[in-house]
């Protein structure tokens, strides 16, 4: 099982937010070429009358080797001519826009205004970089997630959307509940249900579980769907030693009253995953994580290459198909 | 009257198209500070979910000295990195947008998205590029001049809009008609009565009189306001010799059943304007324009220079409050 996948590889589906799902793509696709990817669009935003999928322009910028390594978003070589024009008017340049990722917003917005579904021009996007995997947004509809924060200026509570606490605010704000706007009626997107219900593999991504991974759980019939594939679930914790490797998500999960820690991660995800990853720094806290009803796997979960990344793909397809107690195919990985 | 224009200057309305219009505006603030343009907005159009104002960002970049000069549209020193990422996706490309023009787009966008009317974001944008005059879109409500065209796919003819007119077919296909979508309903924007009201001179800028021209006088109020200021009217003739100096105003022209010269521009403009300037070109073709119940002055009307526009920035000035004999204030401002 720690071979090179052969010829096709298995199913994979992979539920994923921006960063470290990326990141966990760029290893999968590199033990199968049947991985699909099935997007939060939460943060989606719309900016100067522009449609911004941020989480999956960061999916495909990643997985095609075409993303900034330095700040993990947006492209390699990138200009910003369009944001010095911008400011230039007092225009929003808080969230940075460069100039050919502008070339990708233009196309996504003009396809939607002409009709398109977001996963048709997802497909085509994803095309056009000749990614070597299926990439769908969990939904067509919209769905935006909003959070309540303290309002820096006034007394009482905002409630402000996913962008402008992330970037806008640097996710330095105390959240007080999170809500995902249109998730109770959208609907998946064409193949996403079939996608999970056919997968040999159903992986949760390391990213953040409240505002990446929950906004793709919200939309009707994805979560059962995962629930009925938990033989095939594996997630890997996107908490490191009780903190995140980037953004917010140890600082969400307290302030929404969820333990900060593998153990945390693991009391989400149990109703959907047999398996959860943790990395090695944990690794004192595996028998607390399967307390609580998971079987644990300890591996290097730092995906700094793209041969971290193959590795700890290996090692999840490596905890499907396995027996049941917790034989820590992760080390095994280690060994080829 | 051949002097610099006292401090201040007359007060001048001057009905804009785009390029033709620019040049003379560029003019105008040389001899007057009390310059309000009234610009067609019948060829703005929708492309990739922005608002793009073609005419709109032609004067403004134009008078600020930011124009490329080669093009003719667009900023110098521009680049594309926006255009050729999008052609990476087989996005639309015909319509050209440097990166730094594309901030102009986002911000107005972003602006009008927010419930700006386009009065007031044109005046945010001319106000950042400290443009010594006013700048007024004729209208905030949808205007939009739709052109029916043989199409080349099909026997029968076709209703497209402009840009794809003028430069989707690079306006080398033959007009049947033009028409003003939503001109109806629109309305003047605020200031546009009051700025031809009490205007000392309102000059008809050597622009397109069918595409560019017509838009604007398309809006209830604004033709009858210009009629009525009739005596301090100056048009300059857009075409020179029986020809546009850049554009499709001699063809279309003909197309639509008008004379593609001198004469036929007096025909049209009689009713709005006391005076035609008409280039050296066409001197010999004096006595048939006043024919047309129009006083005619001659001049240099071709524009290369900041000093050239200036020059019949002044005659255009002279032509007002002159005596109504075809005094050639032109040659006189030749000689200063």
Known sequence: MTESAPSGGPTIACIAGGVGAARMLRGLVRVSDRVTAIANVGDDVELHGLHISPDLDTITYTVAEAIDPERGWGLADETWQAMDSLGRYGGVTWFSLGDKDLGTHLFRT??????????????????????????????????????????????????????????????????????FEGAIDARPAPGVIDTINGADVVVIAPSNPLVSIDPVLAVP???????????????????????????????????????????????????????????????????????????????????????????????????????????????RAGET
Chains 1, 2 share one sequence.
């Open 110 to 179: 003009g396809r939607l205004r002409s009709g398109t579904p977001l996963s048709t021009v997802t497909r085509e996007i994803a095309r056009a970089w000749e990614l070597p995997m299926e990439l769908l947004p969990v939904t067509d509809d919209p769905l935006r997630t909003h959070l309540v924060i303290d309002d820096p200026d006034q007394d009482e509570p905002v409630e402000i959307d996913f962008q402008e606490y992330f970037v806008k605010h640097q996710h330095s704000v105390p959240v007080h509940s999170v809500r």
């Open 221 to 331: 019939g994805v979560r059962a769907a995962i629930e009925a594939r938990r033989h095939s679930g594996v997630a890997i914790s996107p908490i490191i030693a009780g903190a995140a490797l980037k953004g917010p998500a140890d600082r969400l999960l307290r302030e929404l009253g969820h333990e900060a820690s593998v153990v945390g991660i693991a009391r989400l995800y149990a109703p959907l995953v047999a398996t959860l990853v943790i990395d090695e720094a944990d690794r004192d806290r595996e028998a607390e994580v399967e307390a609580e009803g998971v079987r644990c796997v300890v591996a290097p979960t730092i995906m700094k290459s793209a041969h971290d990344a193959a590795s700890l793909a290996q090692v999840v397809l490596d905890c499907v198909g396995e027996p049941s107690e917790p034989a820590r195919p992760a080390e």
